[in-house]
């Protein structure tokens, strides 16, 4: 009577197997990770490279045609910029251009270019979450302000005469 699969053969023959597939594994880990590094290298050097008036155009375009970038999965960004905003807030009134500056300074000079009309389009998809931030045109700028103490007509006007002479 012969038994199969029993005995100090087959013990090590399963050990010898198993240490195979373990090994094995081991490499199919490595060059997985290795694909992943390389495929995020290459997705990162893309998005220092995207060119932000894309952006524009492309919001431009789908406005035009009432297509919902976000169904098409490309409307984060705009999003995630409004995050941002949000974040680096310092508080109180501040003209586009110097929110511009100050995020292009705390962004880095590797994060994603970013627009004037990038940051307004962010601050205009805020207000879906309620109201945060208001623009106001003053003196061939915009005046970027957290709401809720909302500018009434006197203050827009005063502030359009300071902007007027320089203040």
Not at 76 to 97: C, M, N, S
Not at 114 to 129: F, N
Not at 145 to 160: C, K, R, Y
Request: hydrophobic share 40%; glycine share 10%; with cysteine.
């Amino acid at each position: 009577m012969h038994r199969c699969g029993v005995g100090t053969g087959t013990i090590a023959t399963k050990k010898f197997a198993k240490a195979k597939y373990k090994e094995r594994g081991t490499v199919l880990a490595e060059d997985q990770l290795a694909q992943m590094s390389k495929q995020l290298g290459m997705l990162k050097t893309n998005l220092e490279e995207f060119d932000p008036e894309f952006h524009v155009q492309f919001q431009d375009m789908c406005a035009t045609f009432r297509v919902e970038p976000l169904m098409l999965g490309v409307g984060d960004f705009y999003y995630k910029l409004g995050v941002h905003i949000i974040e680096h807030w310092i508080g109180g009134p501040i003209t586009l251009e110097e929110l511009h500056q100050q995020l292009l300074k705390r962004r880095g000079k590797f994060a994603q270019e970013v627009s004037q009309e990038d940051l307004i389009r962010a601050i205009q998809k805020l207000k879906a979450l309620g109201t945060g931030f208001s623009i106001t045109p003053v003196s061939g700028t915009y005046l970027i302000q957290p709401v809720p103490a909302e500018f009434n007509v006197d203050h827009t006007m005063g502030l359009q005469l300071a902007g007027k002479h320089g203040y």
